[in-house]
């Protein structure tokens, strides 16, 4: 095996230096706001998960200076809110195309940073470039009779979705009339990030991006009085400390929060069918907010499940995602790569280790030896699949996503059981019931406390016109997609979708 012509790190970096040198500097990247890029602040070394190389990394800016970006970005919010929404379109549209030229780029910086196969990399800047397109297609109605915010959007997202989270919701922030902040995530793409902000920034899209801790930063990012609103993707315990700082104040707030996403077999045949979903599942190794990590099964059809689901979780294939046998072969086709980095891997392979001895029992326990790596490179951020049996209540794999390669099951013999344990995180986002009596399954559905419930089929965050919100604990603020994400950043006298302090509101199902 080796590494595929062209994608080695140093290559990658030239060509961001060629294309965008403001934004790339000789010693790491820099930071953009008040329509200039800065290199002020401590710039620290970034680590690649995928064999330990050296990527580039951003300056940490300090609360004096997150204070002034975001005064400048409220500056530009002004200024911005001024042009025609024609005028909008253009320059978004512009952008997009740029961000469409150098797509191989973008991707193969994803790879890079936070471990993307190619496929999945590719997919998260397509999803941003066609997405924010049907938005420049469709907004003029989404706008009719609402207007900007007062202030700009503060962005603060996890590193699992960049481009098509992140930078897809900045873009149609400014589409419907907002300047765009956004922080870039500590843990990985920010290189991306910053060549898809230089690409768009050149068209004059009101846009900042700004790096450093964010338990360091909130104060400002979501506490500034110039804020409009704040967007946040990540866990509970983050989401939560930013609902605490906006807990008096009735600033407008989207914040997206795990839950323990799960699948429910109940009264169910199709095992060809579930089979073929389950090998699906493990995409970029279940490290994204719409994942299935928990199966909830009836006991009487376990013997059954297992011979579905154990073949198809042998036949997931992940390692390096630019290892090839021969120069001129194709990029491997991989469900994914190394996790966000070697700490998250060892500390969810710890956990997986204390739950089977408090009682867990592994069904299957994948081996790096079977993985897709160059000779002798690091494999300390790699984790094989694991499949757990009821795991302990005691064990954080009982009641929160593990956000990683790791499946547990549960056995149930009653309905109420069923719902009971597809409910054991207070909400989530998605969920799915595999049953053959559909009137039954959409019975069960109503029960399920998830925003979205599939049958027979995984539910996703969608594209385009599909809403997207949680249930419970995990949301709190107004919901996205289609219309809503326009309207969770523009006012108007139409009430908002959500999950508020004094109430909840959900679109039509």
Not at 146 to 165: D, E, F, H, K, T
Not at 486 to 495: C, L, Q
Request: some cysteine; charged content about 20%; glycine content about 10%.
């Amino acid at each position: 095996m080796l590494l595929k012509s062209g994608t080695d790190w140093p290559t990658l970096y030239a060509r961001c230096r060629s294309v965008a040198p403001q934004a790339f500097l000789p010693d790491g990247l820099a930071n953009y706001w008040g329509g200039l890029w800065r290199s002020g602040g401590a710039v620290t070394t970034g680590v690649s998960p995928v064999d330990g190389t050296e990527i580039a990394g951003a300056p940490a800016v300090d609360q004096l200076t997150a204070t002034a970006a975001v005064r400048a970005a409220y500056d530009q919010h002004r200024a911005w809110g001024d042009q025609s929404l024609s005028e909008r379109k253009a320059r978004v549209l512009a952008a997009l195309d740029a961000l469409q030229e150098h797509r191989e780029l973008l991707s193969l910086l994803l790879v890079w940073e936070i471990g993307k196969p190619w496929r999945l990399a590719t997919a998260d800047v397509d999803r941003c470039i066609d997405g924010v397109r049907w938005y420049a297609e469709e907004i003029d109605g989404m706008l009719d009779g609402r207007a900007p915010l007062p202030g700009p959007v503060s962005n603060i997202a996890s590193w699992n979705y960049p481009m098509s989270v992140l930078m897809h919701a900045m873009l149609v922030q400014v589409l419907a009339g907002n300047a765009a902040i956004g922080k870039a995530p500590t843990d990985g793409g920010v290189s991306c990030l910053t060549l898809a902000v230089a690409l768009a920034a050149r068209e004059g899209l009101p846009l900042t991006l700004i790096s450093g801790s964010g338990a360091k930063l909130s104060s400002v990012l979501v506490g500034a009085p110039e804020v409009g609103c704040v967007s946040f993707v990540g866990g509970r315990d983050v989401g939560g400390q930013v609902a605490a700082r906006l807990l008096d104040s009735d600033k407008r707030h989207v914040l997206e929060q795990e839950g323990l996403n799960c699948w429910g077999v109940w009264e169910f045949s199709q095992w060809e069918l579930l089979g073929g979903l389950v090998r699906k599942s493990f995409e970029y190794g279940k490290q994204r907010c719409t994942a299935y990590p928990r199966y909830v099964v009836q006991r009487k059809l376990f013997d059954a499940f297992l011979a579905a689901y154990l073949p198809a979780v042998r036949e997931v294939r992940f390692g390096h995602p630019l290892a090839v046998s021969s120069p001129s072969s194709e990029l491997p086709d991989l469900e994914y790569g190394p996790l966000i980095n070697h700490a998250k891997a060892k500390e969810l392979n710890d956990i997986v280790e204390v739950a089977i001895a408090r009682g867990g029992v592994p069904l299957h326990r994948g081996s790096l030896a079977d993985g897709h790596f160059l000779p002798g490179q690091p494999t300390d951020a790699y984790l094989p699949p694991v499949t757990l049996l009821a795991p302990p209540r005691s064990s954080p794999l009982h009641h929160a996503e593990p956000f990683g390669p790791v499946d547990t099951i549960v056995l149930v013999d009653t309905e109420a059981e069923l719902l009971a344990a597809m409910n054991a995180s207070n909400g989530s986002l998605v969920a799915s019931l595999a049953c053959d009596d559909i009137r039954l399954a959409t019975r069960l559905a109503a029960d399920v406390q998830a925003f979205k419930v599939g049958i027979n089929r995984p539910r996703s965050r969608g594209d385009r016109d599909e809403v997207f919100g949680g249930r419970g604990a995990s949301w709190r603020g107004a919901f996205v997609g289609g219309s809503l994400l326009v309207h969770s950043v523009t006012v108007g006298e139409a009430p908002l979708y959500g999950n508020f302090p004094s109430y909840s509101s959900y679109p039509p199902a």
